[in-house]
């Protein structure tokens, strides 16, 4: 029997391998990925990163969408999928965030 963590982590790499951005990795590295994160959920309108503040994490986006600002002005709308945050090196030192 799955323990809870062992079942979230798994239905946590079952939306991550069905993302195009995670297409190339097996499933032993999702799964990895997956127990290496932790989901978080964030209420409409809230800021996910600010543009002032160094990144802290990688986020993945997971459900719904969100809005890269600079100065107010919308960039970009981003959907599920989209990484969010730290460059690609600091990902791996600090950590990913399911959103």
């Known amino acids: 029997m799955l323990h809870k963590q062992d079942k979230e982590t798994k239905a946590v790499a079952d939306e991550l ?4 951005v995670f ?3 097996d499933r ?3 799964e990895a990925l997956a127990a290496s994160g932790r989901a978080v959920h964030l209420p409409a ?3 996910l990163v600010s543009e002032s503040q160094p990144a802290d994490s990688c986020y993945v986006l997971l459900s719904g969408t969100t809005e890269v600002r600079k100065a107010g002005a919308v960039l970009a709308q981003l959907e599920p999928g989209s990484l969010v945050g730290g460059s690609p090196a600091r990902e791996l030192q600090t950590g990913i965030t399911w959103v």
């Open 17 to 20: 391998s069905g993302l195009p």
């Open 23 to 25: 297409a190339s990795l």
């Open 28 to 30: 032993k590295a999702v």
């Open 45 to 47: 309108h809230w800021a």
